[in-house]
């Protein structure tokens, strides 16, 4: 029972971030409805992005965005796709996922990041050295 549950819901899950991805690919294909185009690329936004509308630490509302707001934003955004256009993005998020995460592209995110955090320490470093206690 315990198994077949988590099974059903790995398989949601998994169903969830493949239609996040075609809810993706939806919002730049030019034959998307402009509305679909709208909701597609906010709903994508705000899967992807770190800030909820509620936030996490408030009790029980916290996750509240996160499992029901989040996937009937994209029920509503799939269904605002013609079908046959969505069968098609699902088939290139399918595809998507198959392939192997590029080693460039992490080195590429890395020295970013290590780009920044040199220049945010370059740049606080003067501030920290001249600082003279108080007296």
Do not use: H
């Amino acid at each position: 029972m315990l198994g077949r549950s988590f099974t059903r819901a790995r398989d949601w899950a998994r169903g969830v971030r493949r239609d996040v991805r075609a809810l993706w690919i939806a919002a730049r294909d030019c034959r998307t409805p402009w509305y679909a185009k709208l909701l597609a690329a906010a709903i994508v936004a705000y899967a992807l992005s770190p800030i909820d509308l509620i936030p996490d630490f408030v009790p029980v509302l916290g996750y509240l965005d996160d499992l029901i707001l989040l996937p009937l934003g994209i029920l509503l955004a799939v269904r605002l796709v013609p079908k046959p256009l969505m069968q098609e993005y699902r088939a290139a998020a399918a595809r998507l996922e198959d392939r192997r995460a590029s080693k460039a592209g992490l080195a590429v995110i890395v020295a970013i990041w290590l780009c920044a955090a040199g220049l945010a320490l370059w740049w606080l470093t003067p501030s920290l050295i001249n600082a003279r206690p108080p007296r």
